[in-house]
Nanobody, 119 residues
Framework: QVHLVETGGGLVQLGESLRLSCVAI????????MGWYRQGPGKERELVAT???????NYAETVKGRFTISRDNAKNTLHLQMNGLKTEDTAVYYC?????????????WGQGTQVTVSS
């Protein structure tokens, strides 16, 4: 019933910025923790950043100081501001959300959006 729709991926040059957005579509739900994950070619999916419903954030060491995760609870949107992009950031980025209705929780993934950083 809940769909996560991502936008903002693309091709950028080394050192530039991108802002990813994830819109959580669904009625009668609320969202707990949300996060961004990424998977590079030939690599396992890894956590990039998470944010709780209260706004507390956590980042992978590889992106600390460069990426900022944020959310708009009223609009059920999640964002990832990525600055100082490196070639190592090239990956498919996935939006993830813990969704609850009443006391029932479920986890959802977006379709993934490609971020490519070229030098």
């Amino acid at each position: 019933q809940v769909h996560l729709v991502e936008t903002g991926g693309g091709l950028v040059q080394l050192g530039e910025s991108l802002r990813l957005s994830c819109v959580a579509i669904g009625s009668g739900f609320n969202f707990a923790s949300m996060g961004w994950y990424r998977q590079g070619p030939g690599k396992e999916r890894e956590l990039v950043a998470t944010i709780t419903s209260g706004g507390a954030t956590n980042y992978a060491e590889t992106v600390k100081g460069r990426f900022t995760i944020s959310r708009d609870n009223a609009k059920n949107t999640l964002h990832l501001q990525m600055n100082g992009l490196k070639t190592e950031d090239t990956a498919v980025y996935y939006c993830n959300a813990d969704v609850y209705r009443g006391f029932s929780y479920s986890n959802h993934w977006g379709q993934g959006t490609q971020v490519t950083v070229s030098s």
